[in-house]
T-cell receptor, first 112, second 111 residues
């Protein structure tokens, strides 16, 4: 009963490198989300996917891309990492509208 | 003005007392309201949700919603040291389920 699984848990990148954060849920949820959490800024929505095959921008999408590979998996890609993308990234899923989220354990990313 | 505002704290509460947390939101069309607890270095976990004006109780937690005044609060009764955490208020607008989070209130329960 894993819930939402994120990989990796920690990552250090050099400026300009690329990487993909992986997220998978086993709860048959339709909606999936990527947030970043920074001190003093709270959780901010990067991208979301209301259902398989659809993705939309959130509040802070610049520098990121996403792929909803299937109903279970929603990945976040940084094409050219910048120090401003140093953050903790959380993936979440939701069964449907007006339901709360289930969060993954997070990825702590440092860009040097 | 932030869409969802919370006092960052810390809110220091003696063990056994009631902790009272407040959250205000700016969008009158907001429909769903959530409280999450986040321990340091961990992910947020859902405590409660409320959709209608009034109070909703779940164990030691009570959520209160006043849409006319655009605020939602969380009461923690008989506070325990294990309640020491950051509490996040989140609001969903009418369309879709995207949550907007406040910055969180840090609560410290002292034995």
């Amino acid at each position: 009963n894993a819930g939402v699984t994120q990989t990796p848990k920690f990552q250090v990148l050099k400026t300009g490198q690329s990487m993909t954060l992986q997220c998978a849920q086993d709860m048959n949820h339709n909606s999936m989300y990527w947030y970043r959490q920074d001190p003093g800024m709270g959780l901010r929505l990067i991208y979301y996917s209301a259902s398989e095959g659809t993705t939309d921008k959130g509040e802070v999408p610049n520098g990121y891309n996403v792929s909803r590979l299937n109903k279970r998996e929603f990945s976040l890609r940084l094409e050219s990492a910048a120090p401003s993308q140093t953050s903790v990234y959380f993936c979440a899923s939701s069964e449907r509208d007006n339901y709360g989220y289930t969060f993954g354990s997070g990825t702590r990313l440092t860009v040097v | 003005q932030k869409e969802v505002e919370q006092n960052s704290g810390p809110l220091s509460v003696p063990e056994g007392a009631i902790a009272s947390l407040n959250c205000t939101y700016s969008d009158r069309g907001s429909q769903s309201f959530f409280w999450y607890r986040q321990y340091s270095g961990k992910s947020p976990e859902l405590i409660m949700f409320i959709y209608s004006n009034g109070d909703k109780e779940d164990g030691r937690f009570t959520a209160q919603l006043n849409k006319a005044s655009q605020y939602v609060s969380l009461l923690i009764r008989d506070s325990q040291p294990s309640d020491s955490a950051t509490y996040l208020c989140a609001v969903a607008k009418a369309a879709g389920n995207k949550l907007t989070f406040g910055g969180g209130t840090r609560v410290l329960v002292k034995p």
